[in-house]
């Protein structure tokens, strides 16, 4: 429960052995791979060593056209999978294995099929366009390559049909003798007519016809009559239609190797995330060098793998000029792990703090118990996350969201018991459906009825969530040799805390006492001496002033509006109830007369509608306003925030997952 120790690792090894070593390590996923050093680039430059390369764009090429091919296989041979199934596991040495150039024969192959289908397509297009633009001149006995003879041209065309022939022929005849049209067909929007003109008086012709919008016909190209080029193009896309037909087949037959598609494209992915590494290795002739970063924990292992390589190694702890470089790594139990993906979402702690994970995990699950507080929608999540487990078998980060899920699930059940919730007032609507006067499930407390004593409890709540954070800042300040600053910073606010209380005590009326009274007033005088006394202790003149006065401001507003922020609980609680009951009255307005077929059937539709936005509306929202307060409010006191993902050197997988030992 707390970030691990992470070692420097620097590694010379004699080339031959170097692709063996990565494949073992990344099997292992427990070294990440850096840039080499400051001293080693010195080197470099001197011409001692050079950087290495590897194929990388090579194998994701290959890589993309395995993955082509099953997604093609998806298309012409599709499969039913079942709704929740987990990814296949395969042994570690079997993801590791070299490429199948069989197998990525057979994706080129599918791929090239693909390629010709396309093609295809776009001819069939083509031929398509060829038989919609002949149609018209279906009527036209004329060869369409005909241009005419030595003294007269023929060309083909249209114009808008509104336009009367005979007005087109009267122009024509003015601007050009020789030249005359010949009417072929006509549809509601074009006239298709021949154009025979002599060649000298074409232009024209065509000048003339051009003031009626004329378009001379794109035909070029085609052959022989309008009906037999509508013909030729129909016998090619028949002749299309089954090549296409055909490599379909071809296609989906090739599902048979679906899983070997897959398995080498697993492979391939390991073999990138390899030749990554290797982009950033350095070497000579001879050897190879490699600088990175592992869990001090798993040296050990390390050292039994590197015994079998001839090389030479050694490790070293970071010192604090490199921390910032230093990635990190969380290690939580089962039931901190689950927020990992919060921390994940906001930032990781940057190496040499704390971890936030133990120390959140049982605020925020109580907090987000108490927003939902209904046990119907508890049962939903924590059957949902136990399904989800035990299908999907989920790892890294959908396993911390299914376990988030399930401890959600358990708080908003037992919330849910506390207030009476099960399915906002479902139990005392339905029983009063069928005329009983029962009042509903017991409640210790009901959002609804005690919203103000719901209120001052989250308050409550915020206040031992601050303080929490706050003694994690006053612990990490005396682990650093930083003992006064926590005294000053941290110390005054809790002397002002304890006074608050000694002072509320008596206040409300729990415990009536003039000494009680007067201690608590005392104690107040003295944390806050404290607090302005630690604000200015660094200052010196004018600056204690200014540090006085911002040191109260800051508290004050501060605090207050930290721990206004907490009233979210009582709110979202409050708004969840209030909607739930709402759908549940208007469900149950059919049944005012007596419970009937039709009655039940408009009370179950609306229930389930109802209760499914209400459910999905306070998923989301508890998260995010759970999400705020830990975000905000709690790491605000304590957490620094700027961590580097670890990400080693690992089996890349996405078809199927390595088993674990």
Not at 104 to 122: H, K, T, Y
Not at 162 to 167: D, K, V, Y
Not at 399 to 427: K, R
Not at 524 to 546: D, E, I, N, Q, S
Request: negative net charge; contains cysteine.
């Amino acid at each position: 429960m707390a970030i691990l120790q992470m070692k420097r690792l620097r590694l010379m090894l004699v080339r031959s052995q170097k692709e063996a070593l990565l494949r073992e390590l990344a099997g292992l996923g427990c070294v990440q791979i850096s840039e080499v050093g400051d001293e080693l680039r010195e080197q470099e430059a001197q011409g001692l060593l050079s950087r290495e390369s590897s194929d990388l764009m090579a194998l994701k090429a290959r890589q993309a056209s395995l993955d082509r091919a099953v997604e093609l296989l998806k298309v012409y041979a599709p499969t039913k999978t079942p709704l929740l199934s987990a990814k296949p596991e395969l042994e570690t040495e079997e993801l590791l294995r070299g490429a199948d150039e069989e197998t990525e024969a057979l994706a080129a192959g599918i791929g090239e099929r693909e390629d010709r289908i396309r093609r295809i397509s776009a001819e069939e297009s083509r031929q398509r366009s060829v038989i919609e633009s002949l149609t018209p001149w279906q009527g036209l006995d004329l060869p369409l390559e005909t241009e005419g003879t030595e003294r007269s041209a023929l060309v083909l065309g249209s114009f808008s049909a509104r336009i009367p022939l005979s007005e087109v022929e009267t122009a024509l005849a003015e601007a050009a003798e020789e030249a005359e049209l010949f009417p072929v067909s006509q549809d509601k929007s074009q006239r298709y007519v021949l154009l025979l003109a002599a060649r000298e008086q074409l232009a024209a012709a065509q000048e003339c016809l051009r003031g009626f919008g004329f378009t001379a016909a794109a035909l070029n190209g085609i052959t022989g009559t309008p009906v037999q080029g509508i013909e030729t193009a129909r016998q090619t896309l028949k002749d299309l239609g089954e090549e296409k037909l055909r490599l379909a087949k071809e296609i989906a037959a090739e599902a048979a190797h679906r899983d070997e598609l897959k398995l080498a494209s697993d492979r391939l992915g390991t073999r990138i995330a390899m030749a990554e590494a290797e982009d950033r290795l350095c070497g000579t002739d001879a050897a190879v060098v490699l600088e990175g970063w592992m869990p001090a924990e798993r040296e050990e292992e390390l050292r039994q793998v590197f015994e079998r390589y001839e090389c030479a190694w050694e490790t070293s702890d970071p010192t604090e000029e490199e921390y910032p470089e230093v990635p990190v790594k969380l290690k939580n139990n089962k039931f901190s792990n689950a927020l990992n993906m919060v921390t994940n979402m906001y930032s990781l702690p940057a190496y040499g703090t704390v971890d936030p994970n133990p120390i959140m995990a049982p605020f925020f699950i109580l907090f987000y118990g108490l927003m939902m507080a209904d046990m119907g929608y508890g049962i939903i999540m924590i059957a949902a996350a136990l399904v989800a487990m035990k299908k999907l078998r989920p790892r890294g980060g959908s396993l911390a969201f299914c376990q988030l899920l399930l401890y959600g699930g358990i708080s908003t059940f037992v919330m849910g018991a506390l207030t009476g919730g099960f399915f906002g007032n479902a139990p005392e609507v339905i029983a009063g459906m069928f005329g009983s006067s029962w009042k509903g499930l017991p409640a210790l407390f009901s959002p609804v009825r005690d919203s103000t004593t719901v209120l001052y409890g989250a308050m409550v709540l915020g206040v031992i969530h601050l303080n929490a954070g706050m003694v994690v800042s006053f612990l990490e300040k005396k682990k650093a040799g930083k003992l006064a600053d926590g005294l000053f910073e941290e110390g005054p606010l809790w002397v002002i805390l304890l006074g608050g209380i000694l002072l509320g005590l008596d206040l409300l009326g729990v415990v009536k006492s003039s000494a009680l009274h007067g201690a608590g007033i005392g104690i107040l005088c003295v944390g806050a001496v404290l607090l302005l006394f630690g604000a200015g202790r660094h200052a010196k003149g004018f600056g204690k002033v200014t540090a006085a006065f911002s040191i109260i401001y800051n508290t004050l507003t501060g605090w207050f509006g930290d721990i206004l922020s907490y009233s979210r609980i009582m709110a979202l609680m409050l708004a969840g109830g209030v909607v739930a009951q709402v759908f549940n009255t208007i469900a149950a307005m059919p049944s005012q007369n007596g419970v009937t077929v039709f009655s039940g059937i408009v009370f179950l539709i609306i229930f389930l509608i109802g209760h499914a936005l209400n459910f999905g509306l306070n998923l989301l929202g508890c998260f995010v306003h759970d999400l705020r307060l830990q975000c905000l409010e709690f790491f605000g006191k304590f957490y620094q925030d700027g961590g580097k993902p670890f990400d080693p050197l690992r089996i890349r997988s996405k078809y199927a997952v390595p088993k674990e030992e």
